[in-house]
């Protein structure tokens, strides 16, 4: 792909959720009112917080920041969708998508962490009200929102690293599809048999399953194999 200035580079193609069609307008007009809801939702939610004293309590300072990572987290893919789709393109370059998949993991992760935080502070209160104040102190709460940043950074910083190591071992995966595919016709059958409850099914459903992983397995195999091997080559 050649860029602006002359030289070439290599970008990633996307296949966008919506063409320019009738219904496709109306559905990306309806992403973007979401998007601008969800704005001026959290950002509303943190300034209330914020300017009233009644709601300087542990479960609100936690919501303030569940509502700070919705907003860069809903931003980090809708603006990208929207200047694609109203400039007509679909690409975005390696290092673009990089920091787009960090992030996303990033604040995914540290809502999944904050949330976790924020669980145990309603457990405190509804379990121990009366020690609530002692438990879920202002240092508490600050250590589980700089805990859930931190330990989101790193989630996202192993699943980047995790998805830039999938190019070299893609080959490798494709030498075991042929036998992950016959593994899980035979033991998938019989783990239908032995494992589902009894009173589910009845001794013709056993019988034709059972048939299916002595009779037909041993006739699939080679074809699998054989297949499989014949579209990837020596």
Not at 15 to 20: A, I, K, Q, S, V
Not at 147 to 156: A, K, M, P, Q, V
Request: charged letters at 10%.
């Amino acid at each position: 792909m050649v860029n602006a200035n002359g030289t070439t580079g290599i970008n990633f193609i996307l296949l966008g959720l919506f063409n320019h069609t009738q219904i496709h307008l109306f559905l990306f007009a309806m992403v973007l009112m979401i998007f601008i809801t969800s704005l001026m939702g959290n950002t509303l939610m943190i300034i209330l917080i914020h300017v009233d004293p009644q709601l300087h309590m542990p479960m609100y300072f936690l919501l303030s920041q569940l509502s700070f990572m919705d907003m860069p987290l809903v931003s980090t893919i809708v603006p990208k969708m929207a200047a694609n789709y109203l400039m007509d393109t679909r690409s975005i370059s390696p290092t673009g998508c990089g920091v787009q998949i960090f992030l996303l993991l990033t604040l995914g992760g540290s809502e999944f962490f904050l949330l976790t935080g924020m669980s145990y502070d309603r457990y405190v209160a509804i379990c121990h009200p009366l020690r609530y104040p002692i438990l879920m102190s202002q240092k508490l709460c600050l250590l589980m929102t700089s805990g859930s940043w931190l330990l989101g950074g790193i989630d996202g910083l192993m699943q980047c690293s995790a998805c830039g190591q999938l190019e070299p071992g893609k080959k490798a995966f494709k030498t075991c599809s042929s036998h992950l595919v016959v593994v899980g016709l035979f033991y998938g059958t019989i783990m239908f048999i032995y494992m589902r409850p009894k009173s589910n099914g009845s001794e013709d459903h056993d019988k034709v399953v059972s048939a299916f992983y002595t009779i037909f397995t041993p006739v699939l195999n080679p074809l699998i194999f054989s297949v499989i091997k014949k579209s990837r080559g020596p």
